[in-house]
């Protein structure tokens, strides 16, 4: 019998019973360890969850490596040669959209750094000759970005940046020194050593902090520097206001993936 033509009470008693055994097949063949806290969910959006985790799963065994052109269907589009520039951001919204009808989503963190004839070379061209796991499973959305297979150096320091400022505006000594340099750490012009850096960096700024912004004002990768300002919302309880400050960042390159913060320069707006 349906649970549908149970009363509700009896409709998630027997979804209840239904997702213990969905879990427990999930943890004996997969290793499924838990839901990440969704077991308070309503029985019958459990329910949705366990049944997309497990078609995920069956998927997955037997998932097969196929080239993005092959899933699309193998589709023919024009050189980069024979298109007007003027028509190029139509031709590729066209290409966006036979992307999706697959299920994938491309896009660019960086779009300022990439002409619209690479973007073009790169969706007609290198991404449909690369690689993936294809799954079929209803539903299920897969994304691509372009610095994936084109790294930008001024996400390294945006990233940067942003694990650095939060550990000031969480005054977090530990947080703020992952992020900067191993050695002495420049200030206002001044060498310290990790800790008197982050101690002294704290006294500039006010505490109860509550939010930061973060504004990219310039980024120079070849000279692996980035001046941002920055807006603090503070309440220390008996004071609260904004402040703002333009801070000067250097950083110093750890590998292809990570960098750090190795002087500091700030001034009040």
């Known amino acids: 019998m349906s649970p549908k033509n149970y009363s509700e009470d009896s409709k998630n008693y027997y979804l209840n019973e239904k997702n213990k055994k969905i879990q427990k097949e999930l943890e004996e063949k997969y290793g499924m360890l838990g839901s990440g806290g969704s077991e308070d969910a309503p029985p019958e959006v459990m329910n949705n969850f366990l049944n997309y985790v497990q078609q995920f799963e069956e998927q997955w065994e037997k998932a097969e490596r196929k080239k993005i052109r ?45 002409s619209p004839e690479d973007f073009y070379i790169f969706l007609t061209e290198e991404l449909m000759e690369h690689e993936t796991d294809f799954m079929n499973v209803p539903g299920m959305n897969t994304n691509f970005i372009y610095e994936e297979f084109h790294p930008n150096p001024k996400l390294n320091i945006k990233d940067c940046t942003d694990y650095f400022i939060w550990g000031l505006r969480n005054k977090d000594k530990e947080q703020a020194l992952l992020w900067s340099a191993k050695e002495n750490i420049m200030l ?12 002294n960096l704290f006294k500039l700024f006010p505490d109860g ?7 990219f004002k310039n980024i120079n990768v070849a000279d692996l520097k980035a001046q941002i300002e920055l807006l603090i919302n503070y309440n220390t309880g008996n004071r609260s206001g904004s402040e703002i400050y333009i801070i000067n960042l250097c950083f110093n ?9 190795s002087s500091v320069e700030i001034t009040d707006e």
Do not use: C, Q
């Open 70 to 114: 092959d899933i699309l269907g193998n589709p023919v589009f024009r050189k980069i040669e024979e298109i007007d520039p003027a028509a190029i951001e139509g031709e590729i919204e066209m290409i966006l959209n036979k992307y999706a009808e697959h299920n994938y989503n491309i896009g660019i963190i960086e779009k300022d750094d990439v």
């Open 188 to 199: 206002n012009n001044v060498s310290y050593s990790k800790d008197e850096f982050a101690e």
């Open 209 to 215: 902090i509550e939010e930061t912004k973060i504004t």
């Open 253 to 261: 390159k750890v590998d292809a993936e990570y960098m750090e913060v």
